[in-house]
């Protein structure tokens, strides 16, 4: 089925140290993802994206990995900082036929502690 | 810079009313999809629109709901008779002309809709 889901609703972390965000996605057809923010009364912004024939990819502070054998997806950040709390989705492109969509997960709420 | 512009940022509507809400794609996209978000869940998927052509609507309700994207102005989304389950967020993405597949989407701000 179509499906993504996120390991863990909730995530604290201390300022400063490193934030993962772990995502798993259903079908094994898709080839590209994408990471967003969304904060409070905001839509998503982008973050990071990947294609399926890469298995990671850097960004300025941001880390995404990707595991096609497991299906499974993370985002990496670097000294978490106050500024990133925001809830993560990772979202999964389906083309078909010309048409595309992306299908996101729950989400994920990052809370930094200070 | 302008980015994807939604508006109105909230709407008020009562059941049986109407609620259109517009969005301005990114400067030089062409590629509009709508998306609709309840509180603490994920976005979910509602159509897909090139300029004057639906490409995809498999996530939009059969019944009230319409959506179309002129040669020129904004794209529409448009909810008929509305009811209480209609409230949530929803939100407008574009993507480049020529570049539908594997580009990411950019989102504008949502269009917050409450109904009475």
């Known amino acids: 089925g179509e499906s993504v889901g996120l390991h863990l609703p909730t995530l604290s972390v201390q300022e400063g140290d490193n934030s993962i965000i772990n995502c798993a996605y259903s079908?094994?057809?898709?080839?590209?993802f994408i990471w967003y923010k969304q904060e409070s009364g905001k839509g998503p912004q982008f973050i990071i994206d990947i294609r399926s024939n890469m298995d990671k990819r850097q960004g300025q502070r941001v880390t995404v990995l990707l595991n096609k054998t497991v299906k499974h997806l993370s985002l990496q950040i670097a000294a978490t900082q106050p500024g990133d709390s925001a809830v993560y989705f990772c979202?999964?492109?389906?083309?078909?036929?010309?048409?595309?969509?992306?299908?996101f997960g729950q989400g994920t709420r990052l809370t930094i502690n200070p | 810079n302008a980015g994807v512009m939604q508006n109105p940022r909230h709407l008020v509507r009562r059941r049986g009313q109407e609620a259109r809400l517009r969005c301005s794609p990114m400067k030089g996209h062409s590629h509009v999809y709508w998306y609709r978000q309840l509180p603490e869940e994920g976005l979910k998927f509602m159509v897909y629109l090139q300029k004057e052509n639906i490409i995809d609507e498999s996530g939009m309700p059969k019944e009230r709901f319409s959506a179309e994207f002129p040669k020129e102005g904004p794209s529409i989304l448009r909810i008929q008779q509305v009811v209480r389950g209609d409230s949530a967020a929803y939100f407008c993405?574009?993507?480049?002309?020529?570049?539908?597949?594997?580009?990411?989407?950019?989102f504008g701000d949502g269009t917050r809709l409450s109904i009475l």
């Open positions: 979202a999964e492109n389906l083309s078909i036929q010309g048409a595309q969509k992306l299908v």
């Open positions: 993405a574009s993507s480049p002309e020529g570049q539908g597949v594997n580009q990411p989407q950019h």
């Open positions: 079908n094994s057809a898709s080839d590209y």
